[in-house]
C-alpha cells in the first residue's frame, strides 16, 4: 500500500512549470514502479575476446507512487535506503513540483522541499549531505541550488551565473556537467567556485539525460542529430572533448546506466540494452513491460548497487 505524506502550501504561478518541462510529453501524469534486477548469460557468441554480454531482467515489480499528477525522475538515496523524485502538486488552479522522498522501509512517501518554489531533477551531492536540485525562483529562473536532506531547506545557489539549468550531474566534488536550456540546448561544464562563471559549451542540440558512464572517467549524454536520430554520446571532460557511442533506438532519447555498463533505454513499453565497452552498432532489446506500463516508460534510473531499477510508467489517457 502506497502512504503520502503530503505537506500542501501556497504555490507560484503555474506558469513557471512550463519553464521546467522540455519536452512537452515530459510533464505527463506517471507513476514510479520499483522492479528487482537480475542478469542472465546471453547466447551471443564473444565479441573480440569479451565474454559475451549478460541480459538484463527485471522481477517483483511494486507501485510506489499513486498520483494523479507528473511524478518523475527518480533517483535512489541514502545506500538505496530510500528514493527522491520529483512530483507536481496542484491546488486552486496553479500548480509547482517538489521533491519528495520514499522511504522503502516504511513504505511511505513525504515531501522534502514543501517550498513556495518549484524544484525539481534531485541528485546527491559530491558530500553526502545534500542534494542538488533546479529551483524556480520567483522571477522564473532555474538554477542549480543546494536542498538540506535533512529538512529539504534550500541552502545556497551554487552557480548564479548559469540559467536555465535543466538537468545536471557531478564531476567530482566542484565540477557540475549542465543541460543548459535555449536555442540551442547545450552541454556546459561549470565549476561551483567559480560562481560568475557560466561554464565551457561542450556540444549542442543535447537531450535532458545526463550520467557519469560506469567503471569510467568519461560522463554520457544524448545529442540529437536530425528529426529522427538520438545518438548516445561521451564526454571526456579533462580533455573536454566528446565522441559518438552509438545511435539510440528510434523513439528513445532518455537512458540510464546499470554499475555492470549497461546503459538502458526505453521505446514505449519496450526496454533496450547496450554495454559501452561493446562494439555493438544496435542495442538488444529485453522484455516488454505492456503489462507493468502499457502507456509506456518515459525514464529509468538503476540503483546504486545495481539490484533495483525505477520505472516512471506513464498513465493511460483517458477520453473525457
Known sequence: MVRITQF???????????????????????????ASVSYEDSLSDKIAGKPAPKIIKLSNFQKITDSLSYTNQPYFINGDTALAYTQMITSENTSQTDIF???????????????????????PTPDGKGLSVIRVNSEGKQELWYLQSDNGEAKKNLLPAVEPVGYHVWDGATKVLLFVLGKPQTLRLASINKPT????????????SLWSIPDSSLFSYSKQIDEATWQLRSVDTKKKTTAKLVDMPVGSYYYAWSPEGYAVTAVESKLYQWHHTSAAKKWTPLDG????????I???????????????????????
Do not use: W
Not at 500542501?8 to 520499483?34: G, N, P, R
Not at 513491460?289 to 509506456?296: D, F, V
Open 8 to 34: 500542501f502550501k501556497i504555490s507560484i504561478s503555474s506558469v513557471l512549470i512550463f519553464l521546467v518541462a522540455f519536452f512537452t510529453s515530459a510533464q505527463s501524469e506517471s507513476d514510479i514502479m520499483i
Open 197 to 208: 562563471d557560466q561554464g565551457r559549451v561542450l556540444d549542442t542540440n543535447i537531450g535532458p
Open 101 to 123: 522522498v520514499y522511504d522503502f522501509t516504511t513504505q511511505s512517501s513525504t515531501n522534502l522541499s514543501n517550498s513556495l518554489s518549484s524544484e525539481y531533477s534531485p541528485t
Open 298 to 320: 518515459s525514464r529509468l534510473r538503476f540503483s546504486e548497487k545495481g539490484d533495483k531499477i525505477a520505472l516512471v510508467c506513464n498513465h493511460q489517457m483517458v477520453t473525457r
Open 289 to 296: 513491460l505492456s503489462t507493468q506500463c502499457p502507456a509506456g
